[in-house]
């Protein structure tokens, strides 16, 4: 363990102690920063990390310790280090979590401890809808919204035939859940492979045979980087368009993916090139520091130090009191990376959503520029199941 300022850094692999002072705000980054899936938890710390670093090491004028830890993409070790963290650590908040199934794993113990979950990614339905808490957040988006943004901008283009596939866990069934809320057309096929799942030979074979106008994914990380790698080398390419959510063509594996993905079109809640002042700040600030692009997972945890800030700030020298905080949190209104932020009744946000498509820039860069705004101040379906006023 070392500390830099005010900031706590610990090792990957597992939760080293550090003393408590009580004046710090101890924050928990539990984040997958090895093996498959990595990238977007290198994103949300990297994201994370920068707002945090232009705040001067503070949130509302106090003081941050920031806990890391690399949960393994792995449900049990995600559970072993949360209590870590809570025990040892004493964190305030817990945040930096990419996947929903080990969101709801955490959320039970996080709960009884009465600790904050602020989420930067993950966004199941049931938190969101009659499951929801008071002490979770999440300042992305519902996992189904993407997903619907892509799914409104489909029917719109007149697609009367698509494809639809996504790994079998909760974010991959809230993903086709979402689409075919705003796809009004016929399915030609629905088909949910294994998370880990890397060789898509069958998936594809069958998807040509079933003779679609159009393919909906979802295939985040190493996923999104075979699947689309493999549609191109089939050839399907040029003949049935490929769409998705911002997951399966964001920054973070563009580069790895390269001209396959040139032409998709994702929905998504943040594009580098949105055009407002934040965002021309973020995007340069987070690539002169790292050296490449940012993804939307890394403006989501840049937007929730942006997010805390002012929930600190406003809560002021009552922050510690965690009835005033959360009433300080509900009340966040301020401008971010991906435009206007708020918090619904849910604890989630209701925000705007847009079209992109992936294009090759004249330097040879493979990224995202807007194609439209899909939505205005859009809110997910399950808030009125909340109960929470």
Request: some cysteine; overall charge negative; aromatic content about 10%.
């Amino acid at each position: 363990m070392r500390r830099i300022g005010t900031m706590a850094v610990a090792v990957l692999c597992g939760v080293a102690a550090v003393p408590v002072d009580a004046e710090e705000l101890r924050i928990g980054l539990l984040t997958t920063l090895s093996g498959p899936g990595s990238g977007l938890g290198v994103d949300i710390r990297d994201g994370f990390k920068l707002g945090l670093e232009e705040k001067g090491g503070k949130l509302g004028g106090v003081a941050v310790a920031l806990v890391e830890a690399d949960d393994q993409r792995n449900p049990d070790v995600a559970v072993k280090l949360t209590d870590e963290m809570l025990s040892r650590e004493k964190i305030y908040l817990m945040t930096g979590q990419v996947w929903s199934n080990l969101a709801l794993a955490m959320m039970p113990t996080l709960a009884r401890a009465e600790t904050f979950f602020i989420s930067p990614n993950a966004g199941p339905s049931v938190l969101a809808g009659k499951q929801c808490s008071p002490w979770f957040f999440n300042t992305a988006w519902q996992n189904d919204n993407n997903h619907e943004a892509t799914g409104a901008w489909v029917q719109e283009k007149g697609y009367k035939n698509v494809y639809l596939l996504a790994p079998n866990y909760p974010a991959g069934k809230d993903a086709l859940t979402g689409f075919k809320r705003y796809y009004k057309g016929a399915v030609a096929g629905e088909v949910y492979t294994p998370l880990d799942q890397m060789d898509f030979a069958a998936e594809l074979a069958n998807l040509r045979a079933a003779g679609p106008d159009a393919t909906f994914i979802f295939f985040p990380g190493g996923q999104g980087i075979n699947f689309i790698k493999q549609y191109d080398q089939a050839g399907l390419k040029e003949q049935i368009p490929l769409f998705g959510a911002a997951f399966s063509f964001s920054q973070d594996i563009l580069p790895a993916v390269g001209d396959a993905a040139v032409g998709a079109v994702n929905g998504s809640q943040w594009s580098p090139d949105l055009d407002n002042p934040i965002n021309k700040a973020f995007v340069p600030a987070f690539q002169a520091k790292y050296g490449r692009l940012p993804s939307l997972y890394a403006a989501q945890a840049y937007d929730t130090v942006l997010i805390l800030d002012a929930a600190v700030a406003a809560a002021g020298a009552d922050w510690p009191d965690k009835d005033k905080f959360r009433e300080a949190l509900r009340a966040v209104r301020i401008e971010t990376s991906r435009g206007p932020f708020r918090f619904g009744n849910n604890h989630f946000p209701i925000q705007d959503f847009y079209a992109r498509e992936v294009v090759k820039l004249d330097d040879g860069t493979v990224t995202n520029r807007l194609l439209g705004k899909v939505f205005s101040d859009h809110q997910d379906a399950y808030a009125a199941e909340c109960a929470m006023p």
